[in-house]
């Protein structure tokens, strides 16, 4: 398996499973202060009356650090951005990470929400099934320390990271008033044509003949290197986001209809575009679209609004929590 590959592998494995399972108190250690000595040394934060617990930190540094390193080369860790090594933004990162996922499972839990032994059963069925179905990364996890223990808590947590993505986009559902001004003003769709060159000189120029007056179909035949669209005028048709490269999509939608953009660099050379139409969800139902059509837009807007909603979920919580963290548990010492 390549490089890539195993990345890949690690990766949907940790997603599958970012949630952590914090080490839960037992006993009468129902408060921080009644945490017991040993426990708040082995802490390399406490939540409330959540201990996260530096094995479980160990463990996630390793498995990141063990994916950067396959993408990236080892040299990774060490590299600096504005002044800090990367690894230290890894250990922050992940700390920051794991208080966050330790206060949506004890959120989710609040509620009365419980998992079954149906569901857990299935879901760590399929992740035992992954893992044996790939070598590599399950000797990789064995290497690191992953316990069938470790991973039991993991899926409990990722179970409940579904539950807390239902509240948000419950949440989301509920702002009636805020989706139906996106569905009659965010553009979903755009209607285009474009001259594509190679190199920005040649735009230039071309964009300098469209502005004296040119005729935008006769320079698409004159000087566009997209043989796809050249016969048509440069016509692209109606596009959602996501069809078009990045730099292409960026302009397309946020561009008026009518107007002929300035050069757009992206991978395939220097891009004038053109916008003929756009499209919001209202003026699509107004058009008699598909309701299949029409629901996947919809869907697109709200997912579009997850972020802002999760982000501002999390933030109530932390500001109702008593959250300590201790990060040089896990910093190694510099040398003076």
């Known amino acids: 398996m390549s490089n890539f590959k195993r990345v890949t592998a690690l990766l949907i494995v940790m997603l599958m499973v970012v949630l952590t399972g914090c080490g839960a108190n037992n ?36 498995m990141y650090e063990t994916a950067y390193k396959q993408y990236y ?23 920051e990470m794991l208080v966050q996922d330790s206060l949506i499972k004890a959120h989710v839990l609040s509620t009365g929400y419980t998992i079954t032994d ?30 069938d223990a470790f991973l039991e808590k993991q899926v409990q947590g990722s179970i409940l990271m579904e539950e807390f993505t239902k509240s948000v986009n419950a949440t989301i559902d509920a702002e009636s008033a805020k989706l139906d001004a996106l569905y009659a003003s965010e553009v979903v769709q755009v209607k285009a044509r ?36 050249v016969s048509s005028g440069g016509e692209l048709g109606y596009f959602a986001k996501g069809a078009m490269v990045a ?37 699509l139902i107004e058009n008699g679209e598909d309701e299949a059509v029409i629901n996947d837009f919809k869907k697109q807007i709200k997912d579009g609004l997850y972020t802002e909603y999760y982000t501002l979920k999390v933030d109530e919580l932390k500001a109702a929590a008593k959250i300590e963290t201790f990060i040089e548990k896990v910093t190694p010492k510099t040398e003076e």
Not at 49 to 59: A, K, L, Q, R
Not at 77 to 92: H, I, N, S, T, Y
Not at 123 to 129: A, M
């Open 194 to 229: 474009h001259i594509l060159v190679e190199d920005e000189a040649t735009a230039i120029a071309v964009k300098a003949k469209l502005d004296a007056g040119g005729d935008f179909a006769e320079l698409v035949t004159e000087y566009s290197k997209d043989t796809g669209s």
């Open 27 to 62: 006993g009468d250690s129902t408060t921080t202060e009644g945490i017991s000595k040993v426990d708040k040394e082995k802490a390399v934060a406490i939540v409330n009356s959540e201990v996260v617990d530096i094995d479980t930190y160990n463990i996630y540094y390793a």
């Open 247 to 283: 730099e292409f999509e960026a302009v397309a939608f946020s561009s008026p209809i009518g107007s002929i953009s300035e050069p757009v660099k992206s991978s395939f050379g220097f891009h004038i575009i053109n916008v003929e139409d756009t499209q919001t969800v209202n003026q």
């Open 73 to 95: 080369g080892d040299e990774i860790l060490g590299q600096e951005f504005e002044g800090v090594k990367f690894a230290d933004v890894l250990r922050k990162d992940i700390l």
């Open 118 to 147: 149906e569901l857990f059963k299935t879901k760590f069925d399929e992740l035992k099934t992954m893992l044996d179905e790939d070598a590599e990364t399950k000797a990789m996890y064995d290497t690191i320390g992953v316990t």
